[in-house]
C-alpha cells in the first residue's frame, strides 16, 4: 500500500509505503495508493486502558476482544492496559488488534481496592516478591495500588510503607519493570515519589511539593482526566457514610485541572490515558485529548500527548523507516477536536486496513 498526506506534528507532505506489516520512507513500485491527501498519523496511545477489565474484574476473552476492537476503530492502536485481572496475552496473536504493553495484575492490600481488580496481598512484605512476578508476567510495567480509602479512618490512605515501596520499585527496575501506581490522595505521593516510582496515574493530590519532586525524579504522569472529571462527584455522592472521604473526594474534584496543570507547567511530561474498563467506557481517547486542553496544552501537545510524545516515553517507533505500519488516516485536520480525532477514514494496523466509518 502506499498513502500520501501531511505528517504530524511536522505539518510536511509525506508518502509511505507499507511491505510485509512495516513501514517504508522508500517508494516501491507497483503499490496500490489508498488514500491521498490529508493528515498522517502513527496509532493514538491510549497509555491507561484495561483491557481485560469489566465491572466485576475479570471477564471473557471474547469480550476483552471486543473492547481491543472498539480501541482499534477510534485509532487507539498501542494500549498500555495499566493492571487486568485477564490473561489478554493470546491477543498478541491476532492481526486485527491493538498492540497491549501489559502491566500484570494490580497489586493492593485486602479490602483496599475494587473487589475482584487486584491481587491482594495479606502482608504488605510480599510485595516485592509480587512486583517480581508480575515485572515477569507482564511488558516492561508493573501497577500498585497507592491509596484507598481506609474504611477504619474514614478517608482516603497508603497502603504500603516507605520502606517496603523501595524494595518493590528496586526490585522491579532489576527485572527491566517501570512501577506505576493509582493515587488519588496527597499523603501517599511522597513515598512512591521518593522511591522511584516512573509514573503516577490520576495525580490529582498533586502539591507543589511533589510536583518537585516529581521532576527531581524524572516521574512522568498520566491524569486520565475524563474519569476524574465525570466520575469523582457520583464517587463522593455515594459514600456519605463516610463523610471525610466524600468531601476529600470533592475537594480533589475542584483541583483537578488547576494541580494537573500545574504539574504540566513545571515540566512534568504529561501523557493520555482514559482509564476505559470500568467506570469509562472504551474508545474515547478522543476526549482524554480535549480534555487535556483544560489544562493548558495546544491542541497539536494534547495530541502528541496520545501520539508521538506518548510512543518515544513507551519506546515505541512512530512513522520510522522499518517501524510497523501502524497508521492512521484523515481528511481532516485530527486537531480539530474529538468529532474528527474520533473517527479515521483509514486506520492501517500492522500493514492491514481498516475502515471503521464503513
Known amino acids: 500500500m502506499h498513502v500520501r498526506g501531511l505528517g504530524l506534528p511536522d505539518e510536511t507532505e509525506i508518502q509511505l509505503w507499507v511491505v510485509d506489516g512495516r513501514i517504508s520512507t522508500e517508494p516501491v513500485a507497483g503499490a496500490d495508493t489508498v488514500f491521498d491527501g490529508g493528515w498522517i498519523l502513527p496509532g493514538l496511545v491510549d497509555a491507561h486502558c484495561h483491557v481485560g477489565l469489566g465491572d466485576d474484574g475479570e471477564i471473557p476473552l471474547d469480550e476483552a476482544i471486543g473492547q481491543a476492537e472498539t480501541e482499534r476503530d477510534v485509532g487507539a492502536l498501542l494500549l498500555r492496559d495499566c493492571g487486568a485481572p485477564t490473561d489478554t496475552r493470546s491477543l498478541d496473536d491476532r492481526e486485527d488488534l491493538p498492540r497491549i504493553i501489559r502491566a500484570g495484575k494490580h497489586l493492593a492490600r485486602p479490602k483496599r481496592y475494587s473487589r475482584g481488580f487486584a491481587i491482594e496481598l495479606e502482608d504488605e512484605s510480599q510485595l516485592p516478591e509480587a512486583v517480581a512476578r508480575e515485572a515477569r508476567r507482564g511488558d516492561g510495567w508493573v501497577k500498585l495500588i497507592g491509596d484507598w480509602i481506609e474504611r477504619g479512618i474514614g478517608d482516603l490512605a497508603p497502603l504500603w510503607s516507605d520502606d517496603v515501596l523501595k524494595a518493590a520499585i528496586d526490585t522491579a527496575h532489576a527485572h527491566g519493570a517501570r512501577v506505576t501506581a493509582h493515587v488519588f490522595s496527597e499523603d501517599a505521593l511522597p513515598g512512591l515519589l521518593n522511591a522511584g516510582i516512573d509514573c503516577i496515574e490520576h495525580g490529582t493530590g498533586l502539591t507543589d511539593d511533589t510536583i518537585t519532586l516529581m521532576l527531581e525524579h524524572g516521574t512522568a504522569l498520566v491524569p486520565t482526566q475524563i474519569n476524574t472529571i465525570e466520575n469523582f462527584p457520583g464517587i463522593a455522592d455515594s459514600a456519605e457514610r463516610f463523610p471525610t472521604y466524600a468531601a476529600h473526594m470533592r475537594d480533589l474534584y475542584a483541583r483537578c485541572r488547576e494541580r494537573v496543570a500545574a504539574a504540566r507547567d513545571a515540566g512534568v511530561p504529561v501523557y493520555a490515558g482514559t482509564d476505559a474498563g470500568s467506570m469509562i467506557a472504551h474508545g ?29 516515553w513507551l519506546g515505541r517507533p512512530g512513522m520510522d523507516h522499518g517501524a510497523p505500519a501502524d497508521l492512521l488516516c484523515y481528511s481532516e485536520d485530527p486537531r480539530l477536536g474529538p468529532a474528527v480525532l474520533g473517527r479515521p477514514d483509514l486506520v492501517i494496523l500492522r500493514g492491514k486496513a481498516f475502515r471503521p466509518r464503513d
Open 284 to 312: 474515547r481517547i478522543a476526549d482524554e485529548v480535549e480534555a487535556l486542553k483544560g489544562i493548558g496544552m495546544s491542541a497539536g501537545e494534547a495530541l502528541g500527548a496520545a501520539c508521538w510524545d506518548a510512543r518515544r
